[in-house]
């Protein structure tokens, strides 16, 4: 099935550090959306971007709403050991049917 | 209040047989989406139920089938149950389905189907 392509794979963080992560598509979309998922549950949504050019804050978390509508990138800050997780991308197709990307792995540097 | 919640969280079950997999969106939603993750994927729209009807369908064989009962939960059937098959099966819930909408979707923990 389609999906958006996502990167990097996977990333190592030391406790303070910023990371950045970003998603592309062929296809345009109306909505980007960004969901964390911890093991053992689904998928829980962070930050919603509703229009090209958009730039949204959720604490500590920046996402951005590409202008072509074609991509976007998450901005975590200041890093803490419970960001470790998976961060998936989303596009919104028409009747709120999503379009995943394959996710970025973050795992805390030991 | 409660969220979205699925049931059996894990099943095991042999190639060739049927299995169902059950919903409960949250309170206030009307509109069931329903998702297949492969490990190490992203997850992948199966098909979506709004008054009691599927509205959309992704790219699963016939196989893959539902239902939503009048209290908006819905079941995920699964018939000739394959090796690929193997999966987290996500359950998600919102409001209506408009094009326009911009209700966030709410997961639940999932179903982790193994097909031995």
């Known amino acids: 099935g389609q999906q958006l392509n996502q990167s990097p794979q996977s990333m190592f963080i030391q406790e303070g550090e910023d990371v950045s992560m970003n998603c592309t598509s062929s296809?345009?979309?109306?909505?980007w959306l960004w969901y964390k998922q911890d093991p053992g549950e689904g998928p829980v949504l962070l930050i919603a971007?509703?229009?090209?050019?958009e730039l949204t804050s959720n604490g500590r978390l920046t996402a951005q709403f590409g202008i072509t509508r074609k991509d976007s990138f998450l901005n975590i800050s200041a890093s803490i050991p419970s960001d470790v997780g998976i961060y998936f991308c989303a596009g919104r197709e028409y009747g709120n049917k999503l379009v995943f990307g394959a996710g970025t792995i973050l795992r805390v540097k030991s | 209040d409660a969220g979205v919640t699925q049931s059996p969280t894990h099943l095991i079950k042999t190639r060739g047989q049927q299995v169902t997999l059950r919903c409960s969106p949250k309170?206030?939603?009307?509109?069931v989406s329903w998702y297949q993750q492969a490990l190490g994927q992203g997850p992948q729209f199966i098909f979506q139920y709004y008054e009691e009807e599927e509205r959309q369908r992704g790219n699963f064989p016939d196989r893959f089938s539902g239902h939503q009962f009048p209290n908006y939960s819905s079941e995920l059937n699964v018939n000739a149950l394959l090796l690929g098959d193997s999966a987290l099966y996500l359950c998600?819930?919102?409001?209506?389905?408009?094009?326009?909408?911009?209700?966030?979707?709410?997961f639940g923990e999932g179903s982790r189907l193994t097909v031995l």
């Open positions: 998600a819930s919102s409001t209506g389905t408009s094009g326009t909408l911009t209700g966030e979707l709410f």
């Open positions: 971007l509703y229009k090209a050019g």
């Open positions: 296809s345009i979309f109306n909505t």
């Open positions: 309170s206030g939603h009307d509109t």
